[in-house]
C-alpha cells in the first residue's frame, strides 16, 4: 500500500505562486506514474497534471506554462509548483500514485485564488 499526504495548498491573491508537495510513505522508486486532479466545486474531477517514473510529463492544456510537477524520488516527495496563479485555478487538488496496478490517492489539499 502507498499513503499520500498533500500540503502546500492555500489562499493567495490572483498572480500569486504556489507549491504543492505530495508526501509517500513508500519509496517512490517502486511507484509508477504520479499526477495531480483538482475538483472545483459542481465540477467534475479534472487531471491537472502528471508524470511518469522516467520524468515524463503531461499536463492540461489551462495550466501549460504556468505549472510545473516534479518529483523527488530520493525525498519520496512529488511537487507542483503553480504559478501566474487565476481564480479560475481554485480547487481541492489532489495527488495520485500508480502502484501494483492499483491507484493511491492524497487526502486534498484546498487552494483558493482571490483577491
Known amino acids: 500500500q502507498v499513503q499520500l499526504v498533500e500540503s502546500g495548498g492555500g489562499l493567495v491573491q490572483p498572480g500569486g505562486s504556489l507549491r504543492l508537495s505530495c508526501a509517500a510513505s513508500?519509496?517512490?522508486?517502486?511507484?509508477?506514474?504520479m499526477g495531480w486532479y483538482r475538483q472545483a466545486p459542481g465540477e467534475q474531477r479534472e487531471l491537472v497534471a502528471s508524470?511518469?517514473?522516467?520524468?515524463?510529463?503531461k499536463y492540461a492544456d489551462s495550466v501549460k506554462g504556468r505549472f510545473t510537477i516534479s518529483r523527488d524520488n530520493a525525498q519520496s516527495t512529488m511537487y507542483l509548483q503553480m504559478n501566474s496563479l487565476k481564480p479560475e485555478d481554485t480547487a481541492v487538488y489532489y495527488c495520485y500514485g500508480d502502484f501494483e496496478l492499483r491507484r493511491y490517492w492524497g487526502q486534498g489539499t484546498q487552494v483558493t485564488v482571490s483577491s
Open positions: 508524470i511518469t517514473s522516467g520524468g515524463s510529463t
Open positions: 513508500r519509496s517512490m522508486y517502486t511507484i509508477n506514474a
